[in-house]
């Protein structure tokens, strides 16, 4: 059915367990993965600058979420490949959608915290924006907790 499945990933539990979600769903149908993680590299925070050594950062750990989540892929068996995406000024699910726009994707996992009420608000739901951007199905995954 999907053949090419597109697997968000922030290297959080709900993520993982996303992850883990949409390499069964590889698995089963025998699709291929691309495992993304978006840079929240915004301009400023708080009106200050980032430096580049906090990009350098920010950049480094975005890759070691990608490593970990493409070593559980070859774990499981399943061809995948990563991408980190970074658009300046861009939002989670403008990135992911673009990302599963450009790679052709017929399926998005994502994990949802599940917040709601004002949590939901003052934080903003990056899963949200996923299923109201994306140019395909968007399956979203619950934290097993």
Known sequence: ???????????????????????????????????????????????????????????????????DALAIARKADVPADAELVNQPDGRLGEMVANAARAWNADLVVVGTHGRRGIGRVLLGSGAEEVVRMAPVPVLTVRSSA
């Open 1 to 67: 059915m999907f053949r090419r499945i597109l697997i968000a990933v922030d290297g959080s539990e709900t993520s993982n367990h996303a992850l883990d979600t949409g390499l069964q769903l590889a698995r089963q149908g025998q699709a291929s993965v691309r495992v993304v993680h978006a840079l929240d590299e915004l301009a400023s925070v708080s009106g200050y600058p980032y430096s580049a050594q906090l990009r350098d950062v920010v950049r480094q750990e975005g890759q070691k979420i990608l490593d």
